[in-house]
């Protein structure tokens, strides 16, 4: 890494961006400016690792859903993105600057589209306040830090595939920027609580797919249940602040069918099963 900034008499634009992010408080997040053009570089790193599902019809679905979170609550400092993931374990993960990707499994085992909002709430609630910014910067101190320098000095100077393959690929650097404390974890479930009633949906939707994350769980938990501590506790903490809400009536839990319909196309498409 150094070699190469020595190597290099002329700064290139993004190097100027990246000592900003070596010289930035360790504790806080980085800028939005940097998790922007982080979010670039990993999207396009992402997309090289993972087979996205293509069919319109799913993706307008989950973008709906999506668009209508975004759309409850304001200011924005990124344009969210969603994604689905063709791929047959419960996951879904925040990428920076709000790339946010679903698992095709994780809309599979939803109920009703509350628990896919929910998920996708959670999620946006990571980027929104800055838990992956935060973490960007906490883990560059940890053990994986060095790497994830080295990452970063790789994508800003133009080297994107080789600085996350240092990594172990995109999707790993992107486990890393994923592992969020409990607080953070207890922090996005109650920007859930909040923004879904606004979108229309019944917040119940994240304590019942907690509860399917749970019983899905066993010796071996999904990714998303160790990614995301899901501890009775926290169940109880989300359920108390949904029991807060003052007016519930009109929430939405089920939409009519249509998430149905979009799991029997990815049933189509991927040959999976439905719970
Ligand atoms: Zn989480």
Same mark, same amino acid.
């Given at each position: 890494?150094?070699?190469?900034?020595?190597?290099?008499?002329?700064?290139?634009?993004?190097?100027?961006?990246?000592?900003?992010?070596?010289?930035?408080?360790?504790?806080?997040?980085?800028?939005?400016?940097?998790?922007?053009?982080?979010?670039?570089?990993?999207?396009?790193?992402?997309?090289?690792?993972?087979?996205?599902v293509?069919?319109?019809?799913v993706?307008?679905y989950v973008?709906?859903i999506?668009?209508?979170?975004?759309?409850?609550?304001?200011?924005?400092?990124?344009?969210?993105?969603?994604?689905v993931i063709r791929d047959d374990q419960i996951n879904a993960f925040?990428?920076?600057?709000?790339?946010?990707y679903i698992h095709t499994e994780t809309i599979q085992q939803a109920s009703n589209v509350s628990e896919l909002a929910g998920v996708i709430?959670h999620e946006?609630?990571?980027?929104?306040?800055?838990?992956?910014?935060?973490?960007?910067?906490?883990?560059?101190?940890?053990?994986?830090?060095?790497?994830?320098?080295?990452?970063? +000095?790789? *994508?800003?100077?133009?080297?994107?595939?080789? !600085? #996350?393959?240092?990594?172990? $690929? =995109?999707?790993?650097?992107?486990?890393?920027?994923?592992?969020?404390?409990?607080?953070?974890?207890?922090?996005?479930?109650?920007?859930?609580?909040?923004?879904?009633?606004?979108?229309?949906?019944?917040?119940d939707g994240l304590v019942t797919f907690f509860q399917v994350l749970m019983k899905q769980g066993g010796?071996?938990p999904p990714a998303f249940l160790?990614d995301h501590?899901t501890?009775?506790?926290?169940?109880?903490?989300?359920? +108390?602040? *949904?029991?807060?809400?003052?007016?519930?009536? !009109? #929430?939405?839990r089920s939409? $009519? =069918?249509?998430l149905e319909?979009i799991q029997r196309r990815i049933e189509?498409l991927t040959q999976s099963r439905r719970r």
């Amino acid at each position: 890494m150094r070699g190469r900034w020595i190597r290099r008499r002329v700064a290139p634009p993004g190097l100027a961006l990246l000592f900003a992010v070596l010289s930035s408080s360790a504790c806080g997040p980085i800028s939005v400016a940097q998790e922007q053009q982080l979010g670039h570089q990993f999207e396009s790193q992402i997309a090289r690792e993972v087979t996205f599902v293509r069919d319109g019809a799913v993706n307008r679905y989950v973008d709906k859903i999506g668009q209508k979170i975004v759309g409850a609550f304001a200011p924005h400092e990124f344009k969210y993105q969603f994604y689905v993931i063709r791929d047959d374990q419960i996951n879904a993960f925040a990428g920076p600057a709000g790339h946010i990707y679903i698992h095709t499994e994780t809309i599979q085992q939803a109920s009703n589209v509350s628990e896919l909002a929910g998920v996708i709430a959670h999620e946006v609630g990571h980027v929104a306040l800055r838990h992956v910014a935060t973490n960007y910067n906490r883990q560059r101190n940890a053990k994986i830090g060095t790497q994830m320098v080295t990452a970063a +000095a790789n *994508i800003l100077t133009g080297g994107a595939a080789g !600085g #996350l393959a240092s990594l172990g $690929g =995109g999707l790993a650097a992107m486990a890393v920027l994923n592992q969020f404390g409990r607080e953070a974890e207890m922090e996005a479930d109650a920007f859930a609580v909040e923004v879904m009633p606004r979108a229309g949906y019944h917040p119940d939707g994240l304590v019942t797919f907690f509860q399917v994350l749970m019983k899905q769980g066993g010796p071996q938990p999904p990714a998303f249940l160790s990614d995301h501590p899901t501890t009775v506790d926290r169940i109880q903490e989300t359920q +108390a602040l *949904i029991a807060e809400l003052p007016n519930k009536h !009109g #929430l939405m839990r089920s939409d $009519g =069918g249509r998430l149905e319909i979009i799991q029997r196309r990815i049933e189509l498409l991927t040959q999976s099963r439905r719970r």
